[in-house]
């Protein structure tokens, strides 16, 4: 829900929305790199189970 609002303020700030000094690169950023751990963190969950299941099953 963040992120969709995160990325249609840094249109509004034009050019000083990409700034560091701005709140919103900040946001933006830290959205992105959130997105990228939380699939990396789906993708160990279903090796993981896949592997109990192998070794159980």
Same mark, same amino acid.
């Not at 929305?17 to 709140?23: A, D, K, M, T, W």
């Given at each position: 829900?963040?992120?969709?609002?995160a990325a249609?303020?840094?249109?509004?700030?034009?050019g000083y929305?990409? =700034?560091?000094?701005?709140?919103i690169e900040?946001?933006?950023?830290? =959205?992105?790199?959130?997105r990228? =751990?939380?699939?990396?963190?789906?993708?160990?969950?279903?090796?993981v189970a896949?592997?109990?299941?192998?070794?159980?099953g």
């Open positions: 829900m963040s992120a969709p609002a249609r303020a840094l249109p509004l700030r034009g929305g990409r =700034l560091s000094e701005q709140g900040k946001i933006v950023r830290d =959205l992105r790199a959130h990228i =751990l939380e699939g990396t963190n789906e993708i160990m969950r279903v090796i896949r592997g109990l299941t192998e070794a159980l």
